[in-house]
């Protein structure tokens, strides 16, 4: 199998989201997820539905019932495949009624999952963050702390620095042997400059030189995010849902 990285047909966006997915989560040996793949990750959704126009891929978590799963499944294997990727699933209504639990609505969580183009800009701007100049993450606790608890899950991390300081920083957040997914920030004085694009290429070559797969993947509302993606030219070729 190619690197999604190189795939230029419809026919492989399906395996490169598989591969995405086994990055987002732990899996049993039955295929189900179990916790969100990070330091610290916490449980899984409990159903995840992903579309790509070469094909749909879906998990249930680990503790579903026999009969939910069924459900779930049977459900999931009636959507059709479209091009569409920004439409809902067709039995999005009956997802939710299946995983209804008591007056609460499940939580829905959609969004977009994109692949890197084979070339990305390479800029000056973006440093390497490691232990020995972490400092510069002061103003950016969370990512101080990530150093401190969990060096390795998050390497590669690039940041760019002004005013002393990091001001955007893009590391991992989810890592396999084979793929890394990107996680991105910038502080909020600092936004609007271009320097998330920035980052989040010097990051992915980084990825790519380690011999992994960069990912990139956010949520429907998160417009700053998408911005972002459409920067860089990355590729749109999945969309998710994910329902706790």
Same mark, same amino acid.
């Given at each position: 199998?190619?690197?999604?990285?190189?795939?230029?047909? &419809?026919?492989?966006? #399906?395996?490169?989201?598989? =591969?995405?997915?086994?990055? =987002?989560?732990?899996?049993?040996?039955?295929?189900?997820?179990?916790?969100?793949?990070?330091?610290?990750?916490?449980?899984?959704?409990?159903?995840?539905?992903?579309?790509?126009?070469?094909?749909?891929?879906?998990?249930?978590?680990?503790? #579903?019932?026999?009969?939910?799963?069924?459900?779930?499944?049977? #459900?999931?294997?009636?959507?059709?495949?479209?091009?569409?990727?920004?439409?809902?699933?067709?039995?999005?209504?009956?997802?939710?009624?299946? #995983?209804?639990?008591?007056?609460?609505?499940?939580?829905?969580?959609?969004?977009?999952?994109?692949?890197?183009?084979?070339?990305?800009?390479?800029?000056?701007?973006?440093?390497?963050?490691?232990?020995?100049?972490?400092?510069? =993450?002061?103003?950016?606790?969370?990512?101080?702390?990530?150093?401190?608890?969990?060096?390795?899950?998050?390497?590669?991390?690039?940041?760019?620095?002004?005013?002393?300081?990091? $001001?955007?920083?893009?590391?991992?957040?989810?890592?396999?042997?084979?793929?890394?997914?990107?996680?991105?920030?910038?502080?909020?004085?600092?936004?609007?400059?271009?320097?998330?694009?920035?980052? $989040?290429?010097?990051?992915?070559?980084?990825?790519?030189?380690?011999?992994?797969?960069?990912?990139?993947?956010?949520?429907?509302?998160?417009?700053?995010?998408?911005?972002?993606?459409?920067?860089?030219?990355?590729?749109?070729? &999945?969309?998710?849902?994910?329902?706790?």
């Amino acid at each position: 199998m190619g690197s999604p990285d190189t795939m230029s047909s &419809a026919t492989d966006d #399906l395996t490169a989201h598989e =591969l995405q997915v086994c990055g =987002l989560y732990t899996h049993d040996v039955d295929g189900r997820i179990r916790l969100v793949n990070e330091p610290g990750g916490g449980i899984a959704p409990r159903f995840y539905f992903a579309r790509t126009s070469s094909g749909n891929l879906w998990r249930v978590r680990h503790d #579903l019932p026999d009969a939910m799963v069924h459900a779930l499944e049977r #459900l999931a294997g009636q959507e059709r495949v479209s091009d569409d990727l920004d439409a809902p699933p067709d039995n999005m209504a009956a997802f939710i009624a299946v #995983l209804q639990d008591g007056e609460f609505a499940p939580l829905v969580k959609r969004g977009p999952a994109y692949r890197f183009p084979a070339t990305l800009p390479r800029h000056d701007e973006p440093i390497r963050i490691t232990r020995s100049n972490s400092d510069l =993450l002061r103003e950016m606790p969370a990512y101080r702390r990530d150093i401190d608890e969990a060096f390795e899950e998050r390497e590669p991390r690039f940041a760019i620095v002004e005013d002393g300081i990091a $001001v955007s920083i893009c590391n991992t957040v989810r890592l396999t042997d084979r793929s890394a997914e990107a996680g991105v920030d910038t502080l909020e004085g600092y936004r609007g400059r271009g320097y998330a694009p920035q980052v $989040v290429a010097a990051w992915a070559h980084a990825v790519r030189a380690a011999g992994r797969i960069p990912f990139y993947s956010t949520s429907r509302d998160n417009f700053a995010s998408q911005s972002v993606a459409r920067k860089l030219g990355l590729i749109h070729y &999945a969309s998710y849902v994910s329902i706790v």
